[in-house]
């Protein structure tokens, strides 16, 4: 049985909404604001500071062909991150930011200048540089218990995973000890590897 996609897509060579291989014109996008998480504070307390303390990564827009599809057309990770370039999985399939969201480049009205990328470490989007962090992957119990990530991917797009990481931490506290990663460089700035 072929596959059948439940939403429709939108295609720029086609300048249409596609579904099962039919075009679809005239339709009037839906669009929603989207604000993902980096997985570090998902509580809304957490996300209230970060919105006090600048970090954290932006809201957006997602456009889609009815209403109810905006979470099947939201951006990946790699995407709102500025990180595409690293692994080529997730298309750049972006809409014209000019003509959605005018406001996104003047940075009076909260937009940023075009270049700068997420940074898993700082939580804040900068100029990349060797001790930016691409993408981490945070424990799942509380995120105020840890301050180091379970793993993460460095600037030139390798991965480093804290070996000692056991997910049963809070069962078994005489298992308890300092974080050491596979890369401890690029932890200088922590203190705990000097």
């Not at 980096?38 to 809201?59: C, F, M, T």
């Not at 937009?111 to 900068?126: H, Q």
């Not at 840890?146 to 997910?167: C, K, M, T, V």
């Amino acid at each position: 049985m072929p596959y059948n996609s439940n939403i429709k897509e939108y295609s720029q060579n086609h300048r249409a909404w596609i579904q099962d291989g039919k075009k679809f014109r005239g339709i009037k996008s839906q669009k929603a604001f989207i604000w993902p998480k980096d997985g570090r504070n998902g509580s809304k307390w957490g996300r209230i500071k970060d919105i006090l303390q600048d970090k954290g990564p932006d809201i957006h827009i997602a456009i889609s062909a009815d209403r109810m599809d905006y979470m099947k057309n939201r951006q990946h990770k790699s995407r709102w991150a500025g990180w595409t370039c690293l692994n080529g999985r997730d298309r750049d399939v972006s809409m014209s930011s000019v003509k959605y969201a005018p406001w996104t480049h003047n940075a009076a009205l909260g937009g940023r200048a075009p270049g700068l990328n997420y940074d898993f470490r700082t939580r804040r989007y900068g100029k990349a540089n060797s001790q930016t962090w691409t993408d981490v992957k945070w424990q799942p119990e509380s995120n105020g218990k840890h301050l180091f990530p379970e793993a993460f991917r460095s600037f030139y797009g390798d991965w480093y995973q804290d070996n000692n990481y056991i997910p049963l931490i809070e069962r078994y506290p005489q298992l308890a000890h300092v974080p050491h990663f596979t890369c401890p460089a690029c932890f200088e700035h922590l203190g705990h590897f000097r």
